[in-house]
Structures are given as C-alpha cells and as structure tokens.
C-alpha cells in the first residue's frame, strides 16, 4: 500500500479511530521500554518516556508558586 493511498484512508476515520491509531504509533515508538500494546498505559508514563522526557534536565518545570490562587479568574 502506498503511503498516499494509506494517508487518504487515516483521514476519512472517525476522530475516536485517529486517536486510537495516533495512540498505538506513539506506543510503538517506546516498544523497547517494553510497553505492550494491547495495555493502556498511564498518561504520566507515556510521557515519562516521551523523548521529550530527557528536555526536562534542560528546562524547570516546578510550578510558579508565586501567583495567587485567587488571580485566575474563569
């Protein structure tokens, strides 16, 4: 199949159906943390070993404690 016949079929799924194959492709990049795919896994674990994971060495990610909790309006 080529990748413009696959493309036109993706599109023409359902958005639960996109975001289970979107899901299943981002499992199987992390396969050799030994993820199984008919296993859901945690959120925070999807990201734990996200390759974005290793930029947290690199930024600060601790929240700002400095606002006020009253500052947010809805």
């Known amino acids: 199949m080529a990748i413009q016949e696959l493309e036109q079929q993706l599109l023409q ?3 639960n159906d996109k975001l ?3 899901q299943l492709l981002a ?3 992390t396969t050799h ?3 199984h795919l008919d ?3 945690k959120l925070s674990e999807f990201f734990r070993q ?3 994971a290793e930029l947290t060495e690199e930024l600060d990610l601790s929240r ?3 606002l006020k909790s009253d500052a947010f309006t809805p």
């Open 50 to 52: 996200s390759p974005l």
């Open 33 to 35: 943390n030994n993820i």
């Open 64 to 66: 700002d404690r400095t």
């Open 27 to 29: 499992q199987s990049l």
């Open 39 to 41: 296993q859901p896994s």
């Open 20 to 22: 289970y194959i979107i």
């Open 13 to 15: 799924l359902s958005p």
